[in-house]
T-cell receptor, first 114, second 117 residues
Framework: AQSVSQHNHHVILSEAASLELGCNYS??????LFWYVQYPGQHLQLLLK??????LVKGIKGFEAEFIKSKFSFNLRKPSVQWSDTAEYFC????????????FGPGTSLSVIP | DAGVIQSPRHEVTEMGQEVTLRCKPI?????LFWYRQTMMRGLELLIY????????DSGMPEDRFSAKMPNASFSTLKIQPSEPRDSAVYFC???????????????FGDGTRLSIL
């Protein structure tokens, strides 16, 4: 069965620090990859997605992610975080074949200290 | 675009009572998902529909849970009887996927915060 793992459960950073959140998935075929963000008390929103083409994808609010097929990874990055980036971040994978079912990772909680 | 609409936003009820959560997907979206989110278990997919047909209900925890989608614009998740361990935030999401290989993201509602006393 497919699975998605995220390297860190909780990350604490100071403002202006660089961010990298790790994500690995288990499926070996064609995949569609997503990062979602959930701000405190809100619903999940899409940050960015990858399904083909340039493996470096840019999303909203200065986030980007790099798909490395050989490593089954899709790490999220931001060069300089802000306090407003404090949120829960979820990596998600759809294997591109079985309808629209998406497997979500366990999430990484990011706290940015002013 | 009104987004995915869920009701109620909050529900507090006593154990043993029936709970019904409602969801209106985005118009034109033909896939609908029900998730449960807790601190302990994270985000769990309970069931999803494509064109009003349940495709995968393997995430439904037990027979006390049931979900229906009588038409393209409405779905319900019912818990009967409810138990304190059912307390969680329940999210509904929809997407415009066709039921085949897809790359469209899901759009989430604001969730229903359910507390069973």
């Amino acid at each position: 069965a497919q699975s998605v793992s995220q390297h860190n459960h909780h990350v604490i950073l100071s403002e202006a620090a660089s961010l990298e959140l790790g994500c690995n998935y288990s499926y070996g075929g064609t995949v569609n990859l997503f990062w979602y963000v959930q701000y405190p008390g809100q619903h999940l929103q899409l940050l960015l997605k990858y399904f083909s083409g340039d493996p470096l994808v840019k999303g909203i609010k200065g986030f980007e992610a790099e798909f490395i097929k050989s490593k089954f990874s899709f790490n999220l990055r931001k060069p300089s975080v802000q306090w407003s980036d404090t949120a829960e971040y979820f990596c998600a994978v759809n294997d591109g074949t079985s309808y629209d079912k998406v497997i979500f990772g366990p999430g990484t909680s990011l706290s940015v200290i002013p | 675009d009104a987004g995915v609409i869920q009701s109620p936003r909050h529900e507090v009820t006593e154990m043993g009572q029936e709970v019904t959560l409602r969801c209106k997907p985005i118009s034109g979206h033909n896939s609908l998902f029900w998730y449960r989110q807790t601190m302990m278990r994270g985000l769990e997919l309970l069931i999803y529909f494509n064109n009003n047909v349940p495709i995968d209900d393997s995430g439904m925890p037990e027979d006390r849970f049931s979900a229906k989608m009588p038409n393209a614009s409405f779905s319900t998740l019912k818990i009967q009887p409810s138990e304190p361990r059912d307390s969680a935030v329940y999210f509904c999401a929809s997407s415009p996927n066709t039921g085949e290989a897809s790359n469209q993201p899901q759009h989430f509602g604001d969730g229903t915060r359910l507390s069973i006393l």
